[in-house]
């Protein structure tokens, strides 16, 4: 009997935000701060205090791995150079929790998403750029949960509370074109593939995929798939998402690899013992990151081998 060695187990915070560019270390929202963590040397290598308690306001990194954005209770937004840990700009204009934060491709720019029903567009000076109110499904301004950019910084898609999936023109902020599905939750999200001929969210009639071109769905309609996450591989190769089904003895949640357009299974990887509500690429497409908010797993994305594992506390 040949037997696999346990993963190595490193000391993380809650919720992972992304890879860092050179593809080897995480950055991790803790209870009042960001985790860096190495994987190289599986140690904590920088931790950033926050003022204020991180446990729901959104947290982001830009592109290129040298500016932090996070919201707090306040409602504020602050830009933090991590090298240095400088305060670069401090942001007001929303009234209420900043659920969504997401920097544009080339970190240009950043978006901020409120429950004050607001989506705000900030340059990386700090200045606000524009402000909208996007629709909700009988008319009224509504919570978006879920942004999404287009490579080429072209089109925005939002996820709306209670209405369908829609693209929007980033030149003239025009509606673009309604895609469907209904509504979200705090935890949904929306992404564009890297050749942005693909929109996929975790909506809350489960997972949807639609071509940007025509706004033809390519999985199975409504109700999606039951899923609460998903991510698409830098290189364009695979889509991943979280899978909630049935087995013999209870519910699965597994993370399924199929090609970008969902037509075909190519991995599954099991393990989880909660939904699977975060998953990103590394920037290489060579590593995937897991996370059902209690457990972190990091798999090797040709071979399916579990890599790491990231707890509260290990043994």
Not at 268 to 283: K, N
Request: hydrophobic share 40%.
């Amino acid at each position: 009997v040949t037997l696999t060695p346990e993963p190595p187990c490193f000391v993380t915070g809650f919720s992972p935000i992304a890879f860092l560019p050179d593809g080897h270390r995480i950055f991790v929202r803790a209870e009042n701060g960001v985790q860096i963590f190495n994987l190289q040397t599986m140690e904590e290598e920088e931790f950033l205090a926050a003022p204020t308690n991180l446990n729901y306001p959104a947290v982001a990194l830009s592109p290129d791995g040298e500016i932090l954005a996070w919201a707090l209770e306040d409602f504020s937004i602050q830009l933090i150079r991590i090298s240095d840990k400088t305060l670069l700009h401090t942001l007001t204009g929303h009234t209420d929790i900043i659920g969504k934060l997401i920097f544009s491709p080339n970190g240009d720019r950043f978006f901020s998403a409120s429950h004050d029903t607001w989506v705000r567009i900030w340059d990386i000076q700090g200045n606000l750029i524009h402000a909208f109110q996007p629709p909700g499904a009988l008319g009224f301004p509504n919570e978006v949960l879920g942004i999404g950019i287009s490579p080429d910084g072209k089109m925005r898609a939002t996820l709306p509370f209670d209405g369908p999936v829609k693209l929007w023109d980033l030149k003239d902020y025009k509606l673009v074109r309604e895609l469907g599905a209904t509504g979200g939750f705090d935890t949904s999200d929306i992404s564009f593939s890297p050749e942005g001929q693909l929109v996929a969210s975790d909506t809350a009639t489960g997972l949807f995929l639609w071509n940007t071109s025509d706004g033809t769905e390519l999985l199975s309609g409504n109700p999606g798939i039951n899923s609460m996450a998903m991510a698409f591989s830098p290189d364009g190769r695979f889509l991943a998402y979280g899978e909630i089904g049935e087995k013999h003895d209870g519910v699965k949640f597994d993370i399924v690899l199929s090609s970008p357009e969902g037509a075909q299974k190519i991995r599954t990887l099991e393990g989880h013992r909660a939904p699977v509500g975060i998953l990103f690429f590394s920037p290489d497409s060579t590593l995937l990151l897991s996370s059902d908010w209690v457990e972190t797993r990091i798999w090797g994305v040709e071979d399916g081998q579990l890599l790491y594992i990231g707890k509260s506390s290990c043994p």
